[in-house]
């Protein structure tokens, strides 16, 4: 491990010298500084693990100097020393950053303890520095981009742009499936609370009952089953974005603390009678006509109405079809990886086929179609014949590809038995010789032996 290197800054030279031995002898990397503006060029020059800062120097004081460390290298560790110390001087040491404040001549077993529980302080937050820049990074990777370049699609991108960083509120609306919580995602991550938490809540999933406990909390005791307290999600999100999905589904009695909640920027647990600070922004979305809610009184009009400062409406599938080709180049790519396929293109003709379809099921739905076609077709291009056998869901009478779509309601179950059919297709076509049959599909015979073994299959008697 590196030595810790400490900043020792002080006009009178004996006391250095002193520290620098004591230092020196627990350990340390020590060097020295005999006024502030040396001690901040050496500190511009290079960072120290920590600094020990005198308070009264000539020129610039100890105290100047850490306003100034305070301003521009914020997580720089100080410790203040001084032999003219006063509370109210330790007090204003410790807002502008300071870790402690020790008086002249310190205590040797004190000035140690306070040195090292400094340098542990400030390695665990530059460890917790790098944790969050490493999810950062990680969340920006895997962040999925708005598809499309149609007119509506660039105007949401560029409503996106504007409103992100500002602390609008945002109400989402379209229907199931057309990416209402990409756009909430993406205004998150490019608004100034992007390195603050973004929590979800969809408000359909939730029991009328467990709602509120649910957003706001609860505290230990307050029903029955609340054997424990229970942070909400409002408290969650503090200093960050919460996401309100299908908030058309939320009761009556939820949206007057939710709209008491964004009047007031507090809240207080369901059994409780604190008032609790949150700092918030609130983005909400739905697939219902809110306005006919309002006017059917499903829904508050005064909530509507805090709502949506900004409007974004994301259109379906089937009035933006000049951005289908585009999206199912894009799903085509992770979908094969994912699932260890050979990358496959899609013929023009296919993609006129997928742009006549209805698509009532949006993006989400030329997802999972997408992922069929990669499984089912043959070959390295998936054609207009493949789109015509597999794209849709009414199929003719006993084919057993489309008979499986009939059985399996849940996609994922007909996927595994598609693939299924598919490798005894393959490894029939090689005679059954799996180095031959992997490199056909596209994966090493390892991956190619585990999905045997997965769906049981076994070589046929000849």
């Given amino acids: 491990m590196a ?19 004591i230092l020196e002898y627990e350990g340390f990397a020590v060097d020295e500084a005999e006024n502030g503006k040396e001690a901040l060029e050496k500190l511009t020059a290079s960072p120290y693990d920590l600094v020990l800062l005198d308070v009264k120097m000539p020129g610039m004081d100890g105290m100047e100097v850490l306003q100034t460390i305070s301003e521009k290298m914020p997580d720089q560790p100080v410790v203040m020393i001084s032999g003219h110390g006063t509370i109210e001087t330790a007090v204003e040491a410790t807002k502008l950053g300071a870790f402690d404040f020790i008086e002249k001549p310190p205590d040797l077993n004190r000035l140690l303890l306070t040195i090292r529980n400094a340098l542990d302080r400030g390695h665990l937050e530059a460890e917790n520095r790098r944790m969050r820049q490493t999810i950062a990074e990680k969340h920006d990777r895997e962040l999925i981009p708005i598809l499309g370049e149609s007119p509506a699609i660039n105007r949401i991108k560029e409503t996106i742009e504007r409103v992100a960083p500002t602390e609008a509120r945002v109400l989402i609306t379209g229907e199931p499936g057309t990416g209402k919580e990409l756009v909430a995602k993406w205004i998150h991550h490019l608004s100034n609370r992007s390195r603050g938490p973004m929590v979800e809540v969809n408000c359909a999933a939730i029991p009328g009952e467990l709602i509120e406990s649910e957003l706001f909390g609860h505290e230990k005791g307050s029903f029955t089953g609340a054997t424990k307290q229970r942070i909400g999600k409002f408290e969650q999100a503090h200093e960050g974005t919460l996401f309100l999905d299908e908030i058309g589904d939320m009761s009556l009695s939820a949206q007057a603390k939710v709209l008491r909640a964004l009047q007031e920027n507090k809240i207080s ?31 508050r009009e005064d909530l509507y109405h805090r709502l949506s400062v900004i409007l974004i409406h994301v259109p ?26 050979g990358e496959k293109r899609f013929s023009e003709e296919a993609l006129e086929r997928l742009m006549r379809l209805e698509w009532r099921g949006n993006v989400r739905e030329l997802h999972n179609v997408v992922e069929r076609l990669l499984i089912l077709s043959e070959g390295e291009e998936v054609t207009a014949r493949d ?22 309601e849940e996609f994922s179950a007909f996927r595994d038995q598609a693939e299924k ?9 090689h005679d059954w010789n799996i180095s031959r049959t992997a490199e056909a599909i596209g994966i090493q015979r390892s991956h190619l032996y585990n999905k045997m073994n997965k769906y049981e299959i076994e070589r046929e008697d000849r």
């Avoid at 409780?272 to 739905?286: C, F, K, Q, S």
């Avoid at 789109?387 to 399996?408: M, T």
């Fill in 3 to 21: 030595v810790p290197s400490i900043l020792v800054v002080d006009d009178e030279g004996s006391i250095r010298r002193t520290l620098r031995e």
């Fill in 316 to 341: 379906p599938l089937r009035e933006r079809r000049e951005d289908i080709p585009l999206i199912a180049r894009h799903f085509s790519v992770h979908i094969a990886r994912r699932n260890g396929l």
């Fill in 421 to 429: 059919l598919f490798i005894e297709q393959k490894l029939r076509q």
């Fill in 387 to 408: 789109v015509d056998r597999f794209a849709q869901s009414g199929h003719a009478a006993g084919n057993p590809v489309e008979n499986l779509i009939d059985r399996y």
């Fill in 269 to 299: 647990r369901v059994g409780g009678d604190r008032a609790i600070p949150v700092d918030v922004r609130v983005l909400a979305a739905t697939n219902k006509d809110l306005l006919e809610e309002i006017g059917e009184g499903r829904f």
